[in-house]
Every structure is written in structure tokens, then in C-alpha cells.
């Protein structure tokens, strides 16, 4: 049975394709030419629904809002204005409580989009553009339970949701802002400067400071590394644990040697005005943890370690 409600619904999402017409195309017009808010309404499953066509809107660089119909009638009117366009939805088109406020909404002079199951309805007939999302039958065994009406109207509204989008020309960065909180947020907004490790918390020493020294240092800031500079801050080089296994294995002395005896010169290098997620790619991409972050003159000025990256939530 699983499987046949499956395949119902997708059979009837390829029934919507051909409702990507003229009508389809006002209403994402009026949505664009929107001086105020995408208010959407709906009772019970499309009220659900309503809600969830509303958030996608909001996020995706539409400004808009759910509106209840039943509290609409009873003060949440006051929340639509004239420069405001309004979704309704009602599969029947004559659910009462969006037929009570259909007048008001007529009078005040908001664009009214409807999408029904049935082009014939109330609702329909007295919208300016009408969205046909009438589907064959509904998943449920005894054709009653909104299934398939509801999967409809919900890919319906993210069409329009993705086509309006793209006429805005938005960004995934205009995405990121609005989801601060989320893992996109993360790895679009945040820079290496943001997470990096800054000033004292910095391990570097010297060219010729003893490695007995070098290593102290690199235990006392924790992050597994060490850049030498000169007395400008100019990165000369690197030295890191994998390095030290290196001398290890070479059986350097390392209670006589230098730490430019056994550095890497140069070392991978960041900048703090890029992306975190940046950080993360080259680290993936040399398979080290660490990278030093210099500013255009190529002096130290941070370090940035995996561990931020996954405290901070970019990994």
C-alpha cells in the first residue's frame, strides 16, 4: 500500500506540469511587484500547508506570512494591507472561513492568488489569477483523506516559491541570511577571521630558537603547530607534529637543533577576510588540520585549526 501512495502522488505532481502556464506566470508577477507582504491562508491540512508555502517564501527572498482565515475574521484581518498580496488556498474553494473574509479582502484591493482543485469554486471565480492544483484522486483507499491534494498544492507553491527566486536574482549568500542560525548559514557567513585563533593564542617563535623552546611552545597554545617569523612577523615557515615524527624517524638531536634546522618554509596559508568554509577545503584538500592566516603583506596575523572549524559548526 506504501507503494501506491507513492506512486499516486507522483503521478499526480506530473499533472502539474502542465499548470505551469499563464496564470502561473501572473501570479509570480503580482508576488514580484509586491510592495508589502505574501500573506497565506488556508484551513485545516491546506492551512498546514499554507504555513509551510509561507516560511519557503520568507527564506527564499519573498517576505511573507501565514495568516489564519478563522482568526482572520476576528481581528487578524487588520494584519493585511492594500500593498499586500494574498495565497489563498482551499482545495474545495469554498471553505467558509476564506469565503467570510473574501469580501474584505476584495474591498481593501489586495491581489488575491487562489489555488483549488476546483477552477469552478467561489473562491477561484473571484480571485485575479486562479492556480489549477486538481489532482485525479487522493492517495487515501477511500478518496477523502487530503494526500495527494496536498502534496499538489505544497510542490505548487514551492514552484513558486524557486521561480520567484530566481527572477530576484537571490544568492545563496541572501539565503544565509536569512538562516544565521542553520549549517548554510555557517559556511557562508562566517570568515576565517571569525573563528581564528588571534594574538597571544598564536604559536610562533624565531628562526633560530632552540627546539627544545619550539616545542614548548607548541604544547603550551595547543595546536599541534608552530610558525617561525622573522622580526617583521613575516612567515618564514612552519613546524607541526607530523614534522616532528618526521625528525623523530631522522633521529635528529633534538635537544642541539634549531627549529629552521628541521621547519617546512613556507606552509599553507589563509586569508581572514575568506570564508571558513574555505579553510575547510584546503585543509581537506592537503589533509592537514591547521592553517596560518597572513595578511596581504604576509605577516602573521592568526591561525585557524580544524577544532574551530567544528566548534564553531562550519564542519
Known sequence: MGRRVLEIERDSLVGLLQRIDGDFVRACELMLACGGRVVVTGMGKSGHVGGKIAAT????GTPAFFVHPGEASHGDLGMIT???????????????????????IKRMGAPLIAMTGKPASTLARNADVHINVSVEQEACPHNLAPTSSTTATLAMGDALAVALLDARGFTPEDFAMSHPGGSLGRKLLLKIDDVMQKA???PKVAPGTPMTVALLEMTRKGLGMTAIVDEHEHVIGVYTDGDLRRSLEAQVDLRTATIDQVMRRGGYRARPEWLAAEAVRLMEQHKITALLVVDAEDRLCGVIHMHDLLRAGVV
Not at 517564501?57 to 527564499?60: D, E, G, K, N, R
Not at 482545495?91 to 473574501?102: M, N
Open 57 to 60: 517564501l520568507a527564506s527564499t
Open 82 to 104: 492594500r500593498q499586500d498580496v494574498v495565497l489563498a488556498l482551499s482545495y474545495s474553494g469554498e471553505t467558509a472561513e476564506i469565503l467570510t473574509i473574501l469580501p474584505l
Open 200 to 202: 597571544e593564542r598564536i
